[in-house]
């Protein structure tokens, strides 16, 4: 059966590759014994079930192996048909150019983007970790309990984003985290001795992992038993398996066969090879049949345990401990409004240290509540206190520590959320570019991962202009899907956490390192609009001011003070989400800033993004050059954004 | 010598950091006997000629130790006051937060963001490599010839884009490249045991790097030793170098000390360990001298042979070689637009095609541009033909094979524009946010990088949203300095080369998958405006249609049918480079976009940026969400994208 289900594996990817005019063709027919091995001998899955919460999973980090992928979880039985495979890469099935998470049934992440999915498999295998050891049966097993598997490529190993989340993965010994190295010596441009020679296999036992080399990569057997033995290593697990990219066609063993069509002369001959009907799309039905039985026969014992094992749980656990599960895997509308902080009314402090409080007390309420930093928790200030940190061998905490690794920090909350967690990291604003590829993932398959940006804008001062983001707030409402909040103050830090831990996609919090005193005038109610004023107009509407966080301040005073001075009567709005004000009906748009009236902006960033709320560049209050290394004055004067200059500016504007 | 001067490195780092209320102290009292040992016996330099061009490079990777930087190249003899040291960041003084380069001298290269400064000194050792073999004097040995010595933290080594950088300069045997890894256990949140307990020297053994381990960091003559013996290695050299942090501080060993100014308390005491006077900014001014005695002493010589050599080589060259010499290090105006290319005119190709074609040319006749891919070159069509690789021992070519690994391609690109070349780096548009920390150094450098970026729109089709941009151009034309070129065909990819090699700062030139047709109406020597018309009104202007890269002959296209269908009179605006039209005079901008008139902006892509030149978003025809996979019009279709929906779009709009 095995060489049958290969083969068909293979002809099904090629077939599909070749009625679509493109895809990758060398993984198919290179990498097909892994996929093979992991889904016939080891896989739980339950493809009635797609989302079972104890299946294990499969990461296809190479992803543009698609075609492969898509040919197994049709073999094996998930809900794609036949008709899907011969639409790949058409809009209308279930088969997408790459994998997409909630598109195609057994796809348990989108990838593509070289080196995310390994990185976010590392997230998933923490995720495990921690429910594994959360909730317990009575007999002190744990309910939940499955296996993390990826299958990588040269590329996906060439990344660094995948060695960040490899070494911190060794760090925390996670032992449930397989990985399948298809290690064919060739990329898209060529061998990989042009540029990938160092050795795999030392490097991942440098970063403690449990190795493995299956020398021969059509070999079933000797890539079953490495896997068997590497259940066993108590190690995370690389397995370098020696393939032959394209292996079967006249182009086996070169670059070309990565991602171009084969001729239809080479399919004839490739399926000759394989000794399969020449047939496009031929499924050889008894042996699919065979195939899915032996995955049925292995999973439904796991399945059926886990069926008896839930209501054993569910049955026998306190009231408490069901609504922790619950908030995992069913969860409900959290109220961050009516929860008390415990924040004094009065304070004056940054928003990152307000934001600090807020979390600890949401980690209290919200058990899947859980994050870390990228080595800035002292300056971010998310260290969750009275939560223990997550280690090695301890998944108990709520703490996570990701070293200086912004990138795969992205990634693993990525994992973190495809497991059940609304996880959280953090780092400084101007570091965000580091995470932009994850922080993509997150929106592209609008996962509830909360990114918490501190020291917002220049007025860091003296770290300089490597320091002090500029147009990172661009960067991130840009990029679609993603909900970028910038506070005023804490009762503004409330709103945006009430909507934050209410929604399904992913939050950008953007906090600031200088202090800001909590306004009489913000409302938290009022963030879900994205918009609203903290200062009406007192007797006549002559000009708006839009603002966002430590700017609603600073325009607040200035309204205020060109009021008294010279009679200007301002509107002042205070803007913590864009995204969520211009999804609001026109009609509230347009009562907040009515057409006609000069309309300022006021934001220590960039303008890109602000103009669609101005008439010309003079209205906008903003900063589209690199900051300076110097006291906060001096920067502020640098960038023209001192308050007397501001407050100048808009004067002149009337 | 050593110790007083090492002390005096220490006392005045740290009392920098007292004055300026902020800092690292913790690493002037680590690895503080690091760079001592590193300029007081290796360095060849020559502070009264700090650019020289053989002079030895030093990276502080750990570029919050700038304060330990600044004191050593005060005491090295740089032309740094003591003035400059007492207002360590503020502005006006040459002593900013994080080292930048052009601001103060001996500074080699901006740093900050971890893991830059390896990653760009990768750079630097291959341009070292490969100016070593370009110039060679008549006895055959090479005219230019030095090491780049970096200085590394955990925070450098746990970040992906070292580990990249590094595995790739493994590949190549850069054997002029030696890093000191300040090794102290402890990273700004606390213990490395928490985040980083890979075994560093067999990593970096497995990435074929010679290693050392000093295990006493006060030990100069073990440190100077590890230096030597790695000179001689072959290879690449990491020096692991055991320090403490915070060394002599009360605070010593711990997190706290990293970021945190120390007690005035402390900095007597540990003064008093030092041996040194207790007085703010003192100077050994003997010892001083004995420290600049040894570094001209040795520097001298090498300097003296340089000058001969350099008159020898000036002299007996050919003058097509001192023309090769002097691209590098004294260019002149290029003229790209009246270059041959040998191009059809009539032509219809995809503008990454044309673009192939276009820097094979320049290739030959640009003696500095050099570059590759990131494992793409296939499909970016950037292998420049006729060239050869760049590989280990054989360092003659102009091909660097970046390998999958986007993020040290942009950084290796600083590195070699810091080096005197002219670099070009490709990959996907999309995946442009893996570079974005090296794209925000080009541009806080100015260096001139060109960055080429292809499959610039969802036109790519069947590869889905992960390989479709959207939100990509907003990112990078919302980078300050960055110049982002979208050209319409072969006559734009022409200016844009013209604008773009005689730029000093970085560039990305976003070129298409899908061909399009060289138009009758578009002029190289335009580009440089930024903007202007391909399609003028005929007889009135009734609106203006903006269009980048592959939608200018969409739009001109559509303002043909509509001025035949319903005599709306369109004037159609090229706009390759949006930078460049913004600079430009008010009245040049005025005469070609005149306020009052009705503006419509085509681009397949991010809104964002764009309402500048509209009244409202329906005249923006772009794209903000992701993409779909699909076939072209399945994906346009998606997008409300394709020619009828636009051209319907227009026409509604008068």
Same mark, same amino acid.
């Given at each position: ?26 993984? /198919? ?13 080891? &896989? ?23 075609? &492969? ?11 794609? $048909? ?16 790459? %994998? ?6 057994? #796809? ?14 590392? *997230? ?10 959360? =909730? ?5 097993? %744990? ?16 990344? *660094? ?9 060794? @760090? ?68 370098? #398996? ?27 001959? #490739? ?11 031929? /499924? ?40 922790? =599960? ?26 990152? #240290? ?8 949401? !980690?209290?309420?919200?058990?899947? =509540? ?37 990138? $795969? ?9 495809? $497991? ?14 580091? &995470? ?29 202009? @490597? ?7 661009? &960067?991130?409402?840009? @990029? ?23 929604? !399904? ?49 600073? !325009? ?99």
């Amino acid at each position: 059966m095995d060489n049958k289900t290969i083969s068909n594996i293979k002809s099904l990817g090629i077939d599909m590759i070749d009625q679509a005019g493109s895809g990758h063709p060398g993984i /198919v027919l290179g990498a097909a014994p892994l996929i093979y091995t992991v889904y016939a001998r080891h &896989m739980n899955i339950n493809t009635v079930d797609p989302t079972w919460i104890c299946r294990d999973r499969f990461v296809l980090s190479a992803g543009h192996g698609s075609a &492969m992928l898509y040919a197994t979880l049709y073999l094996a039985g998930f809900n794609i $048909s036949l008709d899907d495979l011969k639409n790949f890469r058409r809009v209308g099935y279930k088969t997408p150019g790459h %994998p997409e998470f909630g598109h195609t049934p057994g #796809v348990d992440m989108t990838t593509g983007p070289l080196g995310q999915g390994i990185a976010s498999a590392v *997230g998933m295998a923490i995720g495990e970790k921690i429910l594994e050891n959360k =909730f317990k049966l009575s007999d002190g097993k %744990p309910l939940i309990n499955y296996n993390v598997y990826a299958l990588v490529g040269d590329g996906d190993l060439m990344e *660094g984003v995948s060695y960040e989340a490899c070494s911190l993965a060794g @760090t925390l010994n996670l032992d449930n985290l397989i990985v399948l190295y298809d290690s064919n010596n060739i990329s898209l441009d060529g061998d990989t001795s042009n540029t990938f020679t160092e050795n795999v296999i030392e490097r991942f036992n440098a970063m403690g992992w449990h190795t493995e080399k299956v020398l021969n990569g059509t070999n079933v057997e000797d890539i079953d038993k490495a896997i068997n033995r590497s259940k066993k290593s108590g190690k995370p697990s690389l397995i370098e #398996v020696k393939t032959i990219i394209g292996n079967g066609s006249v182009n086996a063993g070169k670059n070309i066969v990565h991602g171009k069509c084969l001729s239809k002369e080479d399919i004839r001959s #490739v399926k000759r090879g394989l000794d399969i009907k020449d047939e496009p799309f031929y /499924v050889d039905v008894n042996n699919m049949n065979k195939f899915r039985n032996q995955i049925v026969e292995r999973s439904a014992r796991k399945y059926e345990l886990w069926a008896r094992n839930y209501r054993e749980f569910m049955n026998n656990s306190s009231e408490e401990v069901i609504e922790v =599960f619950n908030s995992f895997f069913n969860p409900k509308k959290i109220d961050i409004i009516n929860t008390d902080f415990n924040l004094d009314k009065g304070i004056k402090e940054a928003t990152r #240290v307000t934001n600090g409080k807020i979390m600890t007390t949401i !980690s209290k309420n919200i058990h899947n =509540f859980i994050g870390g930093s990228a080595d800035l928790s002292s300056s971010t200030n998310t260290y969750l206190k009275d939560m223990q940190d997550i280690k090695d061998n301890h998944y108990f905490g709520k703490n996570i520590w990701f070293g200086v690794r912004e990138h $795969s920090m992205g990634s693993i909350l990525n994992g973190l959320a495809l $497991s059940g967690f609304k996880p959280f990291g953090s780092t400084f604003l101007t570091f965000s570019d580091y &995470m932009k590829p994850a922080i993509r993932l997150s929106a592209l398959m609008n996962l509830p991962v909360n990114y918490i940006f501190t020291h917002d804008s220049i007025n860091i001062g003296p770290d300089g202009p @490597t320091h002090q983001p500029i147009e990172q707030l661009a &960067m991130l409402r840009s @990029t679609p899907n993603l909900m970028v909040f910038r506070p005023a103050d804490a009762n503004e830090l409330i709103g945006c956490w009430d909507v934050m831990l209410n929604s !399904s996609g992913p939050n950008a919090l953007v906090l600031s390192r200088q202090d800001v005193r909590t306004l009489p005038s913000t409302v938290p109610e009022y963030v879900k609009y994205g918009a609203y004023p903290v200062r009406k107009e007192r007797k006549q509407l002559h000009g708006i001011i839009i603002a966002t966080g430590t700017e609603v301040f600073t !325009s607040l005073l200035i309204a205020e003070q060109l009021y008294n001075e010279i009679g200007l009567d301002l509107r002042v709005i205070s803007m913590p989400c864009q995204e969520l004000f211009l999804m609001q009906q026109e009609r509230f748009k347009n009562s907040l800033i009515p057409g006609g009236i000069k309309t300022i902006v006021v934001e220590a960033g960039s303008s890109f993004g602000w103009y669609r709320f101005v008439i010309n560049e003079k209205y906008l209050m903003t900063i589209d050059k690199f900051g300076i290394s110097g006291t906060k004055g001096e920067v502020e004067n640098y960038c023209n954004f001192t308050f007397e200059q501001i407050k100048e500016r808009i004067r002149k504007l009337f």
